[in-house]
T-cell receptor, first 114, second 111 residues
Framework: DQQVKQNSPSLSVQEGRISILNCDYT??????FLWYKKYPAEGPTFLIS?????DKNEDGRFTVFLNKSAKHLSLHIVPSQPGDSAVYFC?????????????FGTGTRLQVTL | NAGVTQTPKFQVLKTGQSMTLQCAQD?????MYWYRQDPGMGLRLIYY???????DKGEVPNGYNVSRLNKREFSLRLESAAPSQTSVYFC??????????FGSGTRLTVV
């Protein structure tokens, strides 16, 4: 049972345009959401996060939006750059214990074209 | 600072062979995790260790064992490798309150 879903396996966007990556979740107990970026042959790296008590968090070109009623979050990248080409994973935390386990989505491969 | 170091980076095993994937962190973090990444499946948690001396099963623990040797090291062992364990394995440690720092991965092929 996939609790965190990224329904678009891939996305292609022109340089300078907006990239919108989507993520849906089913577990209403998730209280914190994160986005990770992964280049080939490297481990994922943290990009941006949002608490469930907020609906928006912004960091430079990256903005994450959370719609709790729809159990949906999205990552906006504006403007998109060729270096943004990577696989993006959304993740959710539902464990408030010391382990703080994350559940990851299946990933979306973003290609930013010239 | 190396952060999270995984060895080896690549490994080919025959079905039934055993091996141990090593992970070490120099960030002095308590929690460590092992994930596997498969196409179309994302990252799935195999085992985790909330602190030195404790380990717990994640989403896909079957066929694996772990050892939290000390605060720095968290190893993943395959006792009898199967083709279904062909994957990329990532070790991670918790960074800050919520985020993880990942190693660069071990690409394992079981033939």
């Amino acid at each position: 049972d996939q609790q965190v879903k990224q329904n678009s396996p891939s996305l292609s966007v022109q340089e300078g345009r907006i990239s919108i990556l989507n993520c849906d979740y089913t577990n209403s107990m998730f209280d914190y959401f994160l986005w990770y970026k992964k280049y080939p042959a490297e481990g994922p790296t943290f990009l941006i996060s949002i608490s469930s008590i907020k609906d928006k968090n912004e960091d430079g070109r990256f903005t994450v939006f959370l719609n709790k009623s729809a159990k949906h979050l999205s990552l906006h990248i504006v403007p998109s750059q060729p270096g943004d080409s990577a696989v993006y994973f959304c993740a959710a935390r539902g464990d408030t214990g010391t382990a703080s386990k994350l559940t990851f989505g299946t990933g979306t491969r973003l290609q930013v074209t010239l | 600072n190396a952060g999270v170091t995984q060895t080896p980076k690549f490994q080919v095993l025959k079905t039934g062979q055993s091996m141990t994937l090593q992970c070490a962190q120099d960030m002095n973090h308590n929690s460590m995790y092992w994930y596997r990444q498969d196409p179309g499946m994302g990252l799935r948690l195999i085992y985790y260790s909330a602190s030195e001396g404790t380990t717990d099963k994640g989403e896909v623990p079957n066929g694996y064992n772990v050892s939290r040797l000390n605060k720095r090291e968290f190893s993943l062992r395959l006792e009898s490798a199967a083709p279904s364990q062909t994957s990329v394995y990532f070790c991670a440690t918790r960074q800050g309150h919520y985020g993880y720092t990942f190693g660069s991965g071990t690409r394992l092929t079981v033939v």
